[in-house]
């Protein structure tokens, strides 16, 4: 109850500072979190996946993914799902590991505020996935940060991050691997947008412009499939390869309290129809990345929030019989080493970090520990 009320607290505060986004998410039809208690064989689950992760963190305080590849990106990950566990930079049980990603983040962030050091050869082609994570990551640790000198220095990082984000939203209104205006894709601009509300959330500014331009971006880029749905895209007239840009659409849309867009339920009706369930048998390449934004729109929409936008439904999704299947799939797939593996596809075959990482998020939502996971 602690917990919460700490967390209730610092929301509301949030919700007088007017920094630019307009009304919090929180206005709307979603209330506050609460911390559910995880069942022992899915507490187990966790427990041994966050100790693997740790155990892989470099000694540089980076985590990478196979071929050392992807490193701003998995550190931010898997620097997220420690601190849904409760741990922050000054305690817990996680306090070092991430203490060791925050100060890797910091010693490689820029003057113009990109927080990828882009003479990594790794990076220089797609610099705005890690840095979209590692803004994300940053900021989550910044609403928890206690050290007056410490908060001092993420602040103006943060501060520097968000401007370089908001400068590289290409004229269109989306983001692309790299800062140019004049193209974009969808999986980068949904990181953007998603980490620019872990930022506000923050209490850090950030322009409403932004959002509104990124708003209008994802309808331009959703695709018609007929019996009143749509599906997100890549680019405006190019489909996606799988639902999970329309998953993550669904979850920057509700980030930014736009429940009532008429576009919501054309992406719900797809998502509701075209989202394989992770414990059907039939796992399909990106299936991580999907579930990794599915299930945090389920755990908003609740268990009757689905229903409302579709009353005369039958078997409307639930995020209670999303978490029994879910959960209970991820328990008996668990390696034993406490890592996952991946499904297949590019963001699958990266490596276990990745496919760690988000299955922890997944198995941490209601935790409720981080503002950006939370109803």
Request: glycine letters at 10%; a positive charge; proline letters at 4%.
């Amino acid at each position: 109850m602690e917990k919460d009320t700490r967390l209730l607290t610092r929301r509301q505060a949030l919700g007088h500072l007017g920094l630019g986004m307009g009304a919090l998410a929180w206005a709307g039809w979603p209330k506050n979190s609460r911390a559910v208690e995880l069942e022992p064989k899915h507490r187990t689950a966790v427990e041994k996946g966050l100790n693997w992760l740790a155990k892989e963190q470099r000694s540089q305080g980076f985590w990478e993914a196979n071929g050392g590849q992807y490193k701003p990106a998995m550190t931010g990950m898997a620097g997220m799902a420690l601190l849904m566990e409760g741990s922050n930079t000054h305690c817990g049980k996680y306090a070092n590991q991430i203490n060791r990603a925050v100060e890797w983040f910091m010693a490689r962030s820029q003057r113009n505020g990109l927080l990828v050091d882009p003479s990594d050869p790794t990076e220089r082609a797609r610099y705005m996935y890690g840095h979209g994570f590692g803004l994300l990551f940053l900021a989550s640790v910044y609403g928890e940060e206690s050290d007056a000198e410490q908060r001092r220095k993420l602040e103006d990082i943060l501060t520097r991050a968000v401007k370089f984000t908001c400068n590289a939203q290409s004229n269109q209104g989306g983001w692309y691997y790299t800062a140019n205006s004049n193209q974009d894709e969808g999986s980068v601009a949904v990181t953007q947008l998603q980490a620019l509300r872990a930022a506000r959330n923050a209490g850090i500014v950030v322009p409403k412009e932004t959002i509104d331009k990124a708003e209008k971006y994802l309808s331009v880029c959703s695709i018609n499939k007929g019996a009143g749905m749509k599906e997100v895209g890549y680019r405006p007239g190019r489909p996606a390869i799988t639902p999970g840009l329309t998953t993550a659409g669904l979850v920057c849309m509700f980030s930014a309290g736009r429940y009532n867009a008429p576009i919501i339920k054309d992406w719900m009706r797809y998502c509701q129809a075209n989202v394989v369930p992770l414990g059907s048998g039939r796992r399909r390449g990106h299936d991580e990345y999907t579930h990794y934004y599915w299930a945090q729109a389920l755990y908003i929409l609740g268990d009757d929030r689905f229903k409302s936008y579709f009353p005369d439904i039958k078997n409307p999704m639930t995020w209670s019989t999303y978490r029994k299947q879910t959960f209970d799939y991820l328990a008996k797939t668990q390696q034993a080493n406490g890592s996952w593996v991946g499904a297949g596809g590019q963001w699958s075959n990266i490596g276990q970090v990745y496919a760690t990482s988000v299955f922890l998020t997944i198995l941490q939502l209601e935790k409720a520990s981080l503002p950006i996971y939370q109803r």
